[in-house]
C-alpha cells in the first residue's frame, strides 16, 4: 500500500483528512504551538487546519507534496493569528514567545534543565529576522523538506535554503548556545 503523504501526484480519492490528521496532526499542532506559543491558540489552528482541508481537499492540485499544503494552511492560520493577536494587543505591551512561555506553568514531567535549555533556543531563536524564523521553525519543529518550505511559503527553494543558513549562522554566534553547548560538554 502507498503512503499517501508521501505521493506527490494524489486524486481527491485517497486525500482523506481523517488520514492526514493521524499521520500530521501532531506535526501541525507542535508546529502552531511553537509560532504561537499557547496551548489554546495551536488547538484552534490545528482544527481550523483539517476543516479547511475537508471543505477544500477537491482543490488539492497535486503539483506539490500533501505535506506541503498542509503546513502551508497551518501557516497561514498562524500568521493569521500573531497578526490577530497584535491588533487586540495595540495598547497593551507585546508580550514576545520567550515571555510566553516562560510565564506557562510547565509540565510537571519536563525536568528542569531540559526547560531552560528549551528557554535558551526558543530566545536564541526569536532573535532570528521574521523570514529566518519561519523557515527555522517549519525546518525544525514542522519537519518540512526545504522544497515544501519553499511551497508552503511561496519562495523559492534557494531563498529557503539561504534563509536557514543565515539563520542557523546566527544562531551559531549566539553566545547563550554557545555557552549551552560547552556546559553541556564540560568545558
Not at 504551538?33 to 482544527?47: D, H, I, T
Not at 475537508?54 to 488539492?60: A, D, H, L, P, V
Request: a positive charge; hydrophobic letters at 35%; aromatic letters at 6%.
Amino acid at each position: 500500500m502507498k503512503n499517501k503523504t508521501s505521493n506527490n501526484n494524489p486524486d481527491s480519492a485517497w486525500c482523506d483528512p481523517a488520514e492526514l490528521f493521524r499521520t500530521l496532526g501532531a506535526s501541525v499542532y507542535g508546529y502552531a504551538m511553537r509560532v504561537l506559543g499557547k496551548a489554546v491558540e495551536a488547538e484552534e489552528v490545528l482544527g481550523e487546519t483539517f476543516l479547511r482541508i475537508c471543505k477544500s481537499k477537491e482543490q488539492y492540485s497535486g503539483r506539490g507534496s500533501l505535506r506541503a499544503w498542509v503546513f502551508s494552511i497551518a501557516h497561514r492560520l498562524c500568521m493569521d493569528a500573531l497578526r490577530d493577536r497584535a491588533k487586540s494587543a495595540k495598547s497593551a505591551k507585546p508580550v514576545s514567545l520567550p515571555e510566553q512561555l516562560a510565564s506557562a506553568d510547565p509540565p510537571p514531567t519536563v525536568p528542569i534543565e531540559k526547560q531552560e535549555r528549551q528557554a535558551i533556543i526558543t530566545e536564541a531563536i526569536e532573535r532570528l529576522s521574521a523570514e529566518q524564523k519561519e523557515v527555522v521553525m517549519l525546518k525544525i519543529y514542522g519537519g518540512l523538506t526545504f522544497r515544501q518550505i519553499s511551497q508552503t511559503l511561496g519562495i523559492p527553494l534557494n531563498t529557503a535554503l539561504g534563509r536557514m543558513q543565515q539563520g542557523l549562522k546566527r544562531l551559531g554566534r549566539d553566545p547563550n548556545l554557545a555557552k549551552m553547548g560547552r556546559t553541556e560538554n564540560g568545558l
